[in-house]
C-alpha cells in the first residue's frame, strides 16, 4: 500500500502562496487517484482537488477555483498543491489521500482507501 507524507504547510498572510507537496513510497505511485482534503476545528472534512493517474484530469472545490493548482510528478512519486490568493478560510490541516480504484468519488472523504498525516496552513488577517 502507498504511504503518504505531506510537508510544506505554514503561516502566511492573506494573499500569501504556499506550495504543500504529499510525496508516496509506494512501489506503483502512477495508478493512484490523488486528491487534498482539509479540515478546520470543529468542522467536517472537505474536498479541495484531486488528479488522475496521468495527470491530466483535475478536479476542485468551487471555493478554490482559480486560486489552487494540482499538479503531479509521477518520476518522483509526488503530487503537489500550489495554493495562491490565499484567504482565512484556507486556514485548516490539509491532507492528501489516494485510491487505485478505477473511479473515485473524488468529493468524498470516505471513497479513499489511503491519507497522510496532514499540515497546517495557516493564514493570517
Known amino acids: 500500500q502507498e504511504l503518504l507524507v505531506e510537508s510544506g504547510g505554514g503561516l502566511v498572510q492573506v494573499g500569501g502562496s504556499l506550495r504543500l507537496s504529499c510525496a508516496a513510497s509506494?512501489?506503483?505511485?502512477?495508478?493512484?487517484?490523488v486528491g487534498w482534503f482539509r479540515q478546520a476545528p470543529g468542522k467536517e472534512r472537505e474536498f479541495v482537488a484531486a488528479i488522475g493517474r496521468s495527470g491530466g484530469s483535475t478536479t476542485y472545490a468551487d471555493s478554490v477555483k482559480g486560486r489552487f493548482t494540482i499538479s503531479r510528478d509521477n518520476a518522483k512519486n509526488t503530487v503537489y498543491l500550489q495554493m495562491n490568493s490565499l484567504l482565512p478560510e484556507d486556514t485548516a490541516v490539509y491532507y492528501c489521500?489516494?485510491?487505485?480504484?478505477?473511479?473515485?468519488?473524488?468529493?468524498?472523504?470516505?471513497?479513499?482507501?489511503?491519507w497522510g498525516q496532514g499540515t497546517q496552513v495557516t493564514v493570517s488577517s
Open positions: 489521500a489516494a485510491d487505485d480504484a478505477a473511479f473515485v468519488n473524488y468529493r468524498s472523504s470516505y471513497a479513499w482507501d489511503y
Open positions: 509506494g512501489r506503483t505511485f502512477s495508478s493512484y487517484h
